[in-house]
Structure formats: structure tokens, C-alpha cells
């Protein structure tokens, strides 16, 4: 196992240079550079000049990517070209805590109301526990995070007044963007369980430790839980890397100062440094995830055997 | 005599039922299942209002009625000057927006979904059944696919190709079904591998196994119809998904390319107004969340349908 778990982590290596590969590639490949974003407001062509070869953007893009990559290893994310006289990682280092809060305390909600309103639907199948889970995980799936968002707002900020509209200095101002990122989590993970669930009660496992009698508490949390569970690790991961990568308009729908606002306003204006440094840092978060998963994957179900 | 006997045991049901297929069986099923078929009806009204909707109705999604706006001193109400769902700020009406919307988000819908099964599917089983090297090439493959964070993929690949002919190819349609499939089909191919991984230590498996059924068999027959649950599952929530990355790509102005907008681009367009004029933000929201909804339902319902392990116990 623990071979197993080097392997991958070494294999991180290949997987992130491919990616930052593809993504130097796109990002020189979308019309602009970081100091004429738009070509609707050139700058004199000697100005740019100038600061194309102050900032190494005249040479070759292979060389460019080149000590990108020496730059990078030695923890070096240069300049952000958007937002002068700042460096990158001082970026991402004054916000990424904001969106890995906002984030995992999402991934918790989901995970606290998701998955027992999926055991308990399972086990009350077409009873109103399950239709009370079904009901919940309907309305989070049928509900876009930023809709939820904007009538969270609207109803517990300007009608109801018992929470901020913006901002993130403290829990009061944690509710609403929890709740409006959180809910399809919940219903993703009620709707997994309860399906998952379901299927191992037909198992003949449990019918025989029904007909041994084991009390039904035992039943459900010694022999059903564990194996319903195997699906449910897969999407855990993905989930949580999803929550903290993904969570770029509640947050700023409730102006939380995260990475994700930054991201998107490095794309508009061509920030390279920004936008490499936000997707090596979201794509060794997601690679972890899937590698826990695997080995939470192995622990669950010891049939399992990676070699 | 022996024989005889035999043929007399045989169970008398089972000589006057009609033979009856896997699929019929579920489509029965799925029939007496209330939700499912409300799903499925809405599900297929909303695909003839995507088809039909726009030729029937007397408004153009994006013409605005100037003079009228003018003499209300605003967007009209629904009901207001013949307007069923009255119109936005410049006067276009918005039921003929929301089912131009409809038309792009059920297109979007299905067009990722295929791409997904068609990539997913596939690759996941063969990764699943065969272990070893080949799953590692295919895992490490779709290690690079899924580590890549997908909104930024999307996002980027919007961006580079906006200005191109493929990026204005179907008012932009085109790109978006390339930039969502090519990332959606990865959660697929993991699912399936996973439920392959641990279906193939069954006992059936190797029962089949040791009566010689063949590989490909073993996993069409027994192991992908075994895995559909979890597989439909995984559609019926991918196509809510599909809509959702869309709207998203319209929230940040690099979706469909306006007068057009999908949903997604009327709610956010709504947002603005929600406090004067809240039915732009209702009416879209509504039907997101019935689309939404009415895919869910069909998918839980197909999911009861076609376990073939629930059979016999309605």
C-alpha cells in the first residue's frame, strides 16, 4: 500500500506538467497578451514593446514556458501582471484560505445532512422519510447554487434581516454562502446514498444476517453502511475538490474575497502568472482528492488490491 | 415417467405468461411509477416546446416591442399587453425568450450526455474489467483529464476559441457541447470502473467465468446491465449539470452568444431586476428547476425500472 500511495504521489510529477503544458498553451493561444487584454484599446506599439521584453513576452514560447517551470520549482510564481506591484503568490496566498473555508465547510454540510437523509430514505423506502429526503434533495438539485444564492439573500438578508448581505469576517456571514454552495451537495450525496443503500438491502448478506437476527441497528451499520459506502467514496473527492474549485460566483455574489474572483478576473485580463498559479494549485488539490479516495476506496473494501 | 413429472411441476404461471424482454419489463415498471411518467410527460413537453415553441409563438425572441415599453414606463408585466409572461427592460417577450432558452438548454443537455456515455462508458469497463496495464494507461489518461480543474478548462477553451469560426458555429452552441463533453465524461468512466472493480469479485462473474462465457460478454450481459443504477444516476444528474455549466459560461459572458440566451443567462439577467420586476427572475428559475426536476424524476424512475434485481418485488 504504502508503494501504492508513493507511486501516485510520484506520478503527480507527469500529471501536473502535462496539464500546465496545455494550460501555458491555451492561455498564449487566446487572443491578447496581459498588457493589451483587448484590441480595442491598443497601446502605443513601442510601450508595448517595451514591457513585453521587460517581463521575457517577446521571446520564443517554448523558452517562455521554460523558465516558467524553473521559476516555478523553486516556489517562484512572478509578477501578477493585472494587479501591478503585486506578486502572484502573495495572491493566492492572502485569499486561497478564504475559498478553502467557504469550501470545506460546504463539503461538511453536505456531507452531515446529505448522507443520513440518504440512510434514512433508503431504510423508510416509499415512506414519508423518504419522500421528506426526497423532497430536500429535489429542491437542491433544482436549484442552481447562485439562484439558491441570490433568494437566500433576498429572504434572510433584506426581507428577514438576520444575516449580512456581503462579506466574511465572521460565522453570522458564513450561513448563507454555506447553504447556497452546500445544497446540491446534500442532494447529490442524499441521492447516491439512498440508491446505494438500496442495493446492498437486496444483498444476500443481509438477508442473512436479517435471518440470524441481528438487531436491525447492526444490520444497517456493521454490514450495510460500509459496503453502501464503496460508491459513495468515489464522489466524496470529487465533491470537495469541486466545492473549493468551483465556488467562483457565491463568492462573488456575497463579495467573500477568494481565489475564485481572482480567477476569473485573470482570464479576462490575460494575468498568465495568476492563471498558471491558480490551476497548478486547483489541479494538485483535485489529483489529492482522487488519490485519497482510491486508498479510502481499498480501506472500505479490502476485495479491493492494488498492486 | 421422470420426464413426465417434471413437466407436470412446472410452475403454471410461468406457461401462461407472455415471454416477456428485460426492456419491456422495465418500460412496464417504469409506467406504474406516478413521478417517472409525470417526469417523463414534462420531459417530452419541454422537448416539443424546444422544437415547436418558437414557430408558434407571435413574438420574436429578439425584437422588443419599443413602444410599448415606452408607454409603460417599463417592462411589461405577465399579462400586460399580450404578453403571457410579460417582457424584459427592452420589451422582448419573455416566453418566447424562455423557450428559445429551451431550445439551447435541452440541446446542451443531450449533446454533452451522449458524449459523455459515448467517451465514459467504454473506457471505464475496459478499465475496470481489465485491470493491470490497461487501466493504468486509462486511469493515468483520465488522471490528467480530471485532475484539470474543469470550469478553468471550460473557460479557457471558450476564451481561445470565442473568436474562431468553430466558436461561433451555432451561436456559440458548438463550443460549449465541445468544452462541457470534454470534460464531463471523465465521472463517467470512473463510476463504471469502479462498479466493475467491485462486481467482478461476484459470484455470477465467476460463474460465468467458469462455464466459459466470453470477456466481452461477462461485461456487456452481466457486469454494465448490473452497473446501470448508478450509471442512469449519474446521467440524470449530469444532464442538470450540462445546463448548469452552461449557464455558468453565460454568467461570465462567454456561453451563448446574445440576442440568443439560454436559461442561465435570463436568470442572471433577472438577478438585476429581481427587486422591481422579479418575474424575469421567476419565470426562468421555474423552468430550470422543472427541467431540472422533471430529468430527475425520469432518471429515478428509469433506475427502479431497470434493476433487474427489484423484478417480482412490486
Known amino acids: ?93 492572502d485569499n486561497m484560505w478564504n475559498s478553502v473555508q467557504l469550501g470545506g465547510m460546504a463539503f461538511l454540510f453536505s456531507v452531515v445532512l446529505g448522507i443520513p437523509l440518504g440512510v434514512i430514505a433508503a431504510l423508510r423506502q416509499n415512506k414519508w422519510p423518504d419522500y421528506f429526503s426526497t423532497f430536500f434533495s429535489v429542491i437542491g438539485i433544482a436549484t442552481p447554487s447562485f439562484v439558491l444564492a441570490v433568494l437566500l439573500v433576498f429572504a434572510f438578508s433584506l426581507t428577514l434581516d438576520w444575516f449580512p448581505t456581503r462579506g466574511w469576517s465572521g460565522p453570522e456571514y458564513w450561513v448563507l454562502p454555506v447553504v447556497a454552495l452546500g445544497s446540491y451537495g446534500v442532494a447529490q450525496l442524499a441521492r447516491y446514498t439512498r440508491a446505494s443503500m438500496l442495493e446492498v438491502t437486496r444483498r444476500d448478506y443481509v438477508r442473512t444476517a436479517q435471518s440470524k437476527g441481528l438487531k436491525e441497528r447492526t444490520i444497517v451499520v456493521v454490514h450495510m453502511l460500509r459496503n453502501a459506502f464503496i460508491p459513495i467514496v468515489t464522489i466524496l473527492g470529487p465533491l470537495l475538490a469541486g466545492l473549493i474549485t468551483g465556488s467562483f460566483v457565491v463568492e462573488s455574489i456575497y463579495g467573500i474575497p477568494g481565489i475564485g474572483r481572482f480567477f476569473i478576473d485573470a482570464i479576462g485580463r490575460r494575468d498568465y502568472g495568476l492563471i498558471m498559479a491558480v490551476t497548478m494549485l486547483y489541479a494538485t488539490l483535485i489529483a489529492v482528492m482522487n488519490l485519497v479516495v482510491d486508498v479510502a476506496y481499498a480501506w472500505i473494501d479490502p476485495r479491493i488490491r492494488y498492486s | 415417467m421422470a420426464v413426465q413429472s417434471r413437466s407436470d411441476t412446472l410452475p403454471l404461471d410461468a406457461l401462461q405468461r407472455k415471454p416477456t424482454s428485460l426492456w419491456r419489463d422495465a418500460f412496464e415498471r417504469l409506467l406504474k411509477n ?264 425520469l432518471g429515478d424512475g428509469l433506475r427502479d425500472a431497470l434493476d433487474p434485481k427489484l423484478k417480482g418485488k412490486q
Open chain 2, 34 to 297: 406516478r413521478l417517472a411518467v409525470v417526469g417523463g410527460i414534462i420531459v417530452i413537453l419541454l422537448a416539443l416546446l424546444a422544437i415547436f415553441g418558437p414557430y408558434l409563438t407571435p413574438y420574436s425572441y429578439r425584437l422588443g416591442d419599443t413602444a410599448l415599453i415606452q408607454e409603460l414606463r417599463g417592462p411589461a408585466n405577465p399579462g400586460q399587453g399580450g404578453h403571457l409572461l410579460g417582457t424584459d427592460i427592452l420589451g422582448r417577450d419573455l416566453l418566447s425568450r424562455i423557450m428559445d432558452g429551451a431550445r439551447i438548454s435541452m440541446t446542451v443537455a443531450i449533446v454533452v450526455q451522449i458524449v459523455t456515455i459515448g467517451i465514459g462508458v467504454p473506457l471505464g469497463a475496459i478499465a475496470g474489467w481489465y485491470g493491470g496495464r490497461i487501466d493504468n494507461a486509462l486511469m493515468r489518461f483520465t488522471d490528467v483529464v480530471y485532475a484539470f480543474p474543469d470550469l478553468l478548462f471550460i473557460i479557457l477553451l471558450s476564451v481561445v476559441f470565442k473568436d474562431t469560426f468553430f466558436g461561433k458555429a451555432l451561436d456559440g452552441l458548438l463550443l460549449v457541447f465541445v468544452a462541457i463533453g470534454v470534460v464531463s465524461w471523465v465521472g463517467v468512466a470512473r463510476l463504471v470502473r469502479g462498479q466493475l472493480l467491485s462486481l467482478k469479485e461476484t459470484e455470477f462473474v465467476e460463474a460465468a467465468r467458469a462455464i466459459g462465457v466470453p470477456d466481452r460478454k461477462i461485461v456487456t450481459r452481466h457486469l454494465l446491465p448490473n452497473s446501470l443504477g448508478p450509471i442512469i444516476i449519474a446521467i440524470t444528474l449530469g444532464i442538470p449539470g450540462a445546463i448548469l455549466a452552461e449557464s455558468l459560461l453565460s454568467f461570465i459572458g462567454i456561453g451563448v452568444d446574445p440576442p440568443r440566451a439560454s436559461w442561465g443567462s435570463l436568470i442572471v439577467g433577472g438577478q438585476e431586476w429581481m427587486s422591481s420586476e422579479p418575474h424575469l427572475l421567476i419565470f426562468p428559475a421555474i423552468a430550470i428547476a422543472l427541467a431540472l426536476l422533471s430529468f430527475t424524476f
Open chain 1, 1 to 93: 500500500m504504502t508503494t501504492y500511495i508513493l507511486r501516485r504521489v510520484l506520478w503527480l510529477i507527469p500529471v501536473l506538467f502535462v496539464i500546465s503544458v496545455i494550460t501555458f498553451l491555451l492561455m498564449h493561444a487566446a487572443p491578447g497578451t496581459p498588457f493589451q487584454p483587448r484590441s480595442d484599446r491598443p497601446l502605443p506599439p513601442a510601450i508595448l514593446e517595451r514591457l513585453e521584453r521587460q517581463f521575457g513576452l517577446d521571446k520564443p514560447i517554448h523558452e517562455q514556458y521554460l523558465s516558467w517551470v524553473a521559476n516555478f520549482v523553486q516556489g517562484d510564481l512572478g509578477p501578477s501582471y493585472a494587479n501591478r506591484g503585486r506578486d502572484v503568490s502573495e495572491i493566492v496566498g
